[in-house]
């Protein structure tokens, strides 16, 4: 099963995902809406996928992105956001990010690339970093 943790500011848009991630055996172990607090837990859980916002309550997703790949640079990262500004977004690609959901957008493209992105044999090296939107 594929561990996942979700850094997102507002619960809300994430209940559909959680679902649909349970429903492909990907399991949610922990949340939180707190950049901060998404860092120390990061170094704890280790999990498979991390799923980022750029808003946060405390600090900001682009510096959780920053701080991770730091440390962890063979973590894989998906920004999910309402934010659809170009040059944030490549910034994320630049910082190691290896997609890009611009909200709204098609959940079959989101499990297509989740999927393919945690399947173990593939590295991160082998895939395209990608803006859904």
């Not at 959901?101 to 992105?117: N, R, S």
Request: hydrophobic content about 40%; charged content about 25%; proline content about 4%.
């Amino acid at each position: 099963m594929v561990s996942v943790m979700i850094v997102e500011n507002s619960a809300k848009p994430w209940v559909s995902i959680k679902r649909l991630l349970s429903s492909i055996n990907f399991d949610v172990v922990y949340e939180t809406g707190n950049g901060y607090e998404a860092i120390e837990k990061f170094k704890v859980i280790n999990p498979d996928l991390l799923l980022l916002d750029l808003v946060l309550s405390k600090g900001d997703g682009k510096s959780v992105l920053k701080e991770i790949k730091k440390n962890y640079p063979n973590s894989k990262i998906i920004i999910i956001t309402l934010q659809s500004d170009k040059n944030l977004i490549d910034e994320c690609y630049t910082l190691g990010a290896q997609a890009c959901f611009t909200i709204p957008y098609k959940m079959k493209d989101f499990v297509k690339f989740v999927t393919k992105l945690c399947d173990s044999s593939k590295t991160t090296n082998e895939l395209t970093p990608i803006i859904f939107d």
